[in-house]
């Protein structure tokens, strides 16, 4: 879940709304919701690198926290 904490705090001070993330990375904003609550623990690395690249996040940071 803290990876959904982080994306979700990063689009905020970004003032990207999730169903914009959505339209960005290509995907449902149900999927971006879902992975910001923690319900996707494990998103595909092509989507989290997209969402990364969106919202200027370095993707081995973001994995790095998990672990």
Not at 4 to 21: A, K, Q
Not at 27 to 42: F, M, N, P, T
Not at 46 to 52: A, E, F, H, N, T
Not at 58 to 66: C, F, G, H, R
């Amino acid at each position: 879940m803290i990876i959904g904490s982080i994306i979700r705090n990063r689009r905020r001070d970004l003032h990207i709304t999730g169903p914009e993330l959505a339209r960005r990375v290509g995907v449902v904003k149900s999927y971006i919701s879902q992975v910001e609550l923690g319900i996707i623990k494990e998103p595909s690395a092509k989507i989290l690198y997209k969402i990364c690249c969106v919202l200027g996040l370095d993707l081995i940071d973001l994995i790095k926290t998990e672990l």
